[in-house]
Antibody, heavy 121, light 108 residues
């Protein structure tokens, strides 16, 4: 069965960076896009961007451009999301999620368990 | 960006009731690329509906989606105890993908 297992909770100081990992199993890693979505306390879910594990291409929402880096490691079927210049409003649960279809526009089907990132001085 | 507005914010119903949740988009959703997710406390969202009206794998048929253009509806025909949760709509046809603010279905 499809599984996405994320790294553990992080506490960071303002201005720092955080790198969250997402290890995939149960399907061919390079066949499906991985998306990143975050959920801040009391806020709606927010889509951050995608990475194509096949060719390592990625794209992020304009809000996060210049601050987010998405990479992948095919040897371990793992994708990473690094967010820099953290501020208190970056405190959120960060989810990785697999695309529903092999094309980018198919939406999301499977979610990781989430990683809580807390930004606090 | 497409703004999705869900209503009502909270729906107070009893098991066995019918639930009707609305999601309105600020502009047409491309090819009805609209999904619904269920989220329970402490859990990740779960896909229920994609393409506005197609049920995802293993989703019971008491869940149905309808609508097109800018107005979409999720209907739960008869609420089961496990259906009390928060429901999110999402459009994935235009970048950036966006979500509604959620509707909480609570036990009356």
């Amino acid at each position: 069965q499809v599984q996405l297992v994320q790294s553990g909770a992080e506490v960071k100081k303002p201005g720092a960076s955080v790198k969250v990992s997402c290890m995939a199993s149960g399907y061919i890693f390079t066949d499906y896009y991985i998306h990143w979505v975050r959920q801040a306390p009391g806020q709606r879910l927010e889509w951050m961007g995608w990475i194509n594990p096949n060719y390592d291409g990625s794209n992020s929402a304009e809000k996060f451009q210049g601050r987010v880096t998405m990479t992948r490691e095919t040897s371990s079927d793992t994708v990473y999301m690094e967010l820099s210049g953290l501020q208190s409003d970056d405190t959120a649960i960060y989810y990785c999620a697999r695309g529903r279809t092999k094309v980018r526009g198919g939406g999301i089907a499977y979610w990781g368990q989430g990683t809580l990132v807390t930004v606090s001085s | 960006e497409i703004v999705l507005t869900q209503s009502p914010g909270t729906l107070s119903l009893s098991p066995g009731d019918r639930a009707t949740l609305s999601c309105r988009a600020s502009q047409n959703v491309y090819r009805n690329t609209l999904a619904w997710f269920q989220q329970k406390p402490g859990q990740a969202p779960r896909l229920l509906i994609y393409g506005a009206s197609s049920r995802a794998t293993d989703i019971p048929d008491r869940f149905s989606g309808s609508g097109s253009g800018t107005d979409f509806t999720l209907t739960i025909s008869r609420l089961e105890p496990e259906d009390f949760a928060v429901y999110h709509c999402q459009q994935y046809g235009s970048s950036p993908w966006t979500f509604g603010q959620g509707t909480k279905v609570e036990i009356k």
